[in-house]
């Protein structure tokens, strides 16, 4: 259950960072709250999740799941750069998480 509310945390990071993008110096009033709920959340989902996962993993995944979504969220809804060594760099990323939850 901790793990499942780990990536859900991390899914909530890239809601925030999501926001970050619209929220005009945080006077756009829905993107403001919008982040603030997120990061709310995705926070405290980190906090209940490190309480059965070391924390340093737990931070590494959470972090991890956060900087991949958004490299995707960039490429797929704001037209940045797909590279092929940018993919690569993801998978990257992603294979350090997986060896972080093996290793855990």
Known sequence: ??????????LFEVGFTTC??????????PWTLAFLVSVSLSMGLLEV?????PMGTAYAVWGGIGAVGTVLVGIWFFGEAA?????????????CIAGLKLVA
């Open 1 to 10: 259950m901790a793990w499942a509310l780990l990536i859900l945390g991390g």
């Open 20 to 29: 970050l993008r619209f929220v005009e110096g945080f006077k756009n009033l």
């Open 49 to 53: 999740a490190s309480r059965s996962i």
């Open 83 to 95: 590279t092929p060594l940018r993919i690569l760099l993801i998978f990257a990323i992603v294979a």
